[in-house]
Nanobody, 123 residues
Framework: QLVESGGGLVQSGGSLTLSCAASGFVLDDYAVGWFRQAPGKGRVGISCINTWPESTNYADSVKGRFIISRDNAKNMAYLTMNDLRPEDTATYYC??????????????????WGQGTQVNVSS
């Protein structure tokens, strides 16, 4: 099971850190992806972290602003979001599965998903 938390309302230029807590499996054994879905739009991959070799990927829209990380001791993953913009407003989801390379940004590669957490960025 995956559970996201940390969403909320923030002003443009602000920061938030989203958390993804895993239970029932070892998160470090799998790739973790963060995705977002704005109203009326499809789910889009924004960042992911692979396992072996460990590597990270970011969508161009968040590159340089968002940072993905994991804490294996806590069985958690995080998405630190800086310089937030109104266009970052969406429901954010974490997902985990056996995924390699750039495919870790593709929603279709994942079977395990959290319930989502809402991020609203005001201008």
């Amino acid at each position: 099971q995956l559970v996201e938390s940390g969403g909320g309302l923030v002003q443009s230029g602000g920061s938030l850190t989203l958390s993804c807590a895993a239970s029932g499996f070892v998160l470090d054994d799998y790739a973790v992806g963060w995705f977002r879905q704005a109203p009326g739009k499809g789910r889009v991959g924004i960042s992911c972290i692979n396992t072996w070799p460990e590597s990270t990927n970011y969508a161009d829209s968040v590159k340089g602003r968002f940072i993905i990380s994991r804490d294996n001791a806590k069985n958690m993953a995080y998405l630190t979001m800086n310089d937030l913009r109104p266009e970052d407003t969406a429901t954010y989801y974490c997902a985990s599965d056996t995924v390699y390379g750039d495919g870790c940004l593709e929603p279709g590669e994942y079977d395990s998903w959290g319930q989502g957490t809402q991020v609203n960025v005001s201008s």
